[in-house]
C-alpha cells in the first residue's frame, strides 16, 4: 500500500517569513495529492490539492509542487501570519482512499 | 465542496457500553463515507470505507465486529463502538466522497470525540 512521510514534524517561523512542508509517497501510481489543515480539536480543512497532470499549482500565499520523478510533494506558505497556526496534514491518493502523512505542527510567531 | 456532519460532537461513555456516532452528508448524495480514528497528536488513520448499501471494508487490524458501520441511504452511515474500552478513546472522524467523472475530494466532518471512563 502507499505509505507518506511528511517533514518536519513542527515548524516554528516568524510571522512574514515562508514555511515549507515536505512530503514523500511510495506508490508511483498515486496521483490526487490534498493538503489539509487542522487547528485543534477541529476536522482537517482542505486548503488546496494537486493532481498529477501538473507540477505547481498557487492560491494566494499558498502553493503546492509536485515532483512525480521523486516521488515528493510540497507545501509553501509565504508571508506566514499567526492564524497559520495549525496542524497541516499531506495525503496521497490512486483511487478515492487517502493515505494521511503524520503532519506538521506550524507555529507562526508574532 | 459537500457539507457534513457529525452527531454526538462529544460523548463520555462507561467501558463495556455501547456508542453510536452519525455522519450526514447534508447536501450531497454520498455513495461512500470514510471512518477515520485519530489519537492525540497523530495523524488521520482510516478505519473503514463505508458503502452504500452495502458491506463496509475494513482496514487491517481494525475489528469489524468491534467497529459496526452501516450506510443505509447515501446521506447516513453511523459508527457503532460497541463494548467501549477505554483504549478507544479518541477522535472520530468521518468523511464524504464526491466524485464526478476523474475527479475526486473527500469532506470531512466535525469530529466525534469519545471518552471511554
Known amino acids: 500500500g502507499e505509505n507518506v512521510e511528511q517533514h518536519p514534524s513542527t515548524l516554528s517561523v516568524q510571522e512574514g517569513d515562508s514555511a515549507v512542508i515536505k512530503c514523500t509517497y511510495s506508490?508511483?501510481?498515486?496521483?490526487?495529492f490534498p493538503w489539509y489543515k487542522q487547528e485543534l480539536g477541529k476536522r482537517p480543512q482542505l486548503i488546496i490539492d494537486i493532481r498529477s497532470n501538473v507540477g505547481e499549482k498557487k492560491d494566494q500565499r499558498i502553493a503546492v509542487t509536485l515532483n512525480k520523478t521523486a516521488k515528493h510533494f510540497s507545501l509553501h506558505i509565504t508571508e506566514t501570519q499567526p492564524e497559520d497556526s495549525a496542524v497541516y496534514f499531506c495525503a496521497a491518493s490512486e483511487s478515492n482512499m487517502l493515505t494521511f502523512g503524520g503532519g506538521t505542527r506550524l507555529m507562526v510567531k508574532p | 465542496g459537500a457539507v457534513v456532519s457529525q452527531h454526538p460532537s462529544w460523548v463520555i461513555c462507561k467501558s463495556g457500553t455501547s456508542v453510536k456516532i452519525e455522519c450526514r452528508s447534508l447536501?450531497?448524495?454520498?455513495?461512500?463515507m470514510f471512518w477515520y480514528r485519530q489519537f492525540p497528536k497523530q495523524s488521520l488513520m482510516l478505519m473503514a470505507t463505508s458503502n452504500e448499501g452495502s458491506k463496509a471494508t475494513y482496514e487491517q487490524g481494525v475489528e469489524k465486529d468491534k467497529f459496526l458501520i452501516n450506510h443505509a441511504s447515501l446521506t447516513l452511515s453511523t459508527l457503532t463502538v460497541t463494548s467501549a474500552h477505554p483504549e478507544d478513546s479518541s477522535f472520530y472522524i468521518c468523511?464524504?466522497?464526491?466524485?464526478?467523472?476523474?475527479?475526486?475530494?473527500?469532506?470531512f466532518g466535525p469530529g466525534t470525540r469519545l471518552t471511554v471512563t
Open positions: 506508490d508511483s501510481a498515486s496521483n490526487y
Open positions: 447536501d450531497f448524495q454520498a455513495t461512500t
Open positions: 468523511s464524504v466522497e464526491t466524485s464526478g467523472g476523474a475527479r475526486y475530494e473527500q469532506y
